[in-house]
């Protein structure tokens, strides 16, 4: 269901009138009827509302010009974007001005899969590419030969890179601890080399 010019009510409405008979299979296209849309006029910021205010899926009615708007949308949750299609914009026509040709509609959808590839899911790990960057962070180092016995201090234990050892932010946990046996400089410091605390 495009909505077009239709008031809040007016879609509830055909909500209704559509599930009365069924029809549970419903996208409701966010539409602003202007030919073409200017970006300000877009409010976008609808998409999650209506989807949360109707209980159904959402999708765009795009009478713009650029990829920005349907981008904005899969953003926000569309499942259909519907555009206006030419064989050439030439031809002429009603809809030809804001209607796109066959290499357009192509490039869109290449956005699109890339938005939706890029939206991902929500996840705290990180990401496979990243891992190589990890590699380049800080983490504690044993920075001097030390003797079993001897206290990790600041001068002998230091964050540098790479991130094989400790976390920076447990130096104050292991500061004072005494190292179990002889550590050559150059070691990643871990638990295992010191005493029980």
Same mark, same amino acid.
């Given at each position: 269901i495009s909505t077009g010019?239709?008031?809040?009510?007016?879609?509830?409405d055909a909500d209704e009138a559509c599930r009365s008979v069924g029809n549970e299979?419903?996208?409701?296209?966010?539409c602003t009827s202007g030919y073409p849309t200017p970006p300000a006029e877009l409010n976008m910021r609808t998409l999650p509302d209506m989807r949360d205010r109707f209980g159904?899926? +959402?999708g765009l009615s795009d009478h713009t010009m650029s990829n920005t708007a349907a981008i904005i949308g899969v953003s926000?949750?569309?499942?259909?974007?519907?555009?206006?299609?030419?064989?050439?914009?030439?031809?002429?026509?009603?809809?030809?001005?804001?209607s796109l040709e066959p290499e357009?509609?192509?490039?869109?959808?290449?956005?699109?899969?890339?938005?939706?590839?890029?939206?991902?899911?929500?996840?705290?790990?990180?990401?496979?590419?990243?891992? +190589?960057?990890r590699s380049h962070s800080r983490s504690l180092f +044993?920075?001097?030969?030390?003797?079993?016995?001897?206290?990790?201090?600041k001068q002998n234990v230091r964050s540098i890179r790479p991130a094989n050892g400790l976390?920076?932010?447990l130096f104050a946990d292991v500061v004072g601890r005494r190292f179990r046996a002889n550590t050559a400089k150059g070691t990643p410091l871990s638990l295992d080399l010191l005493e029980d605390a």
């Open positions: 010019i239709a008031t809040d009510k007016k879609i509830e299979q419903v996208v409701l296209l966010h159904m899926s +959402v926000f949750g569309a499942v259909v974007i519907e555009k206006h299609f030419t064989l050439s914009r030439s031809a002429g026509g009603p809809d030809s001005a804001f357009e509609l192509a490039e869109l959808v290449s956005v699109i899969r890339e938005t939706e590839r890029a939206l991902g899911t929500v996840t705290y790990e990180i990401a496979p590419s990243a891992r +190589v960057s +044993v920075v001097e030969d030390v003797s079993a016995g001897d206290p990790v201090t976390r920076p932010a």
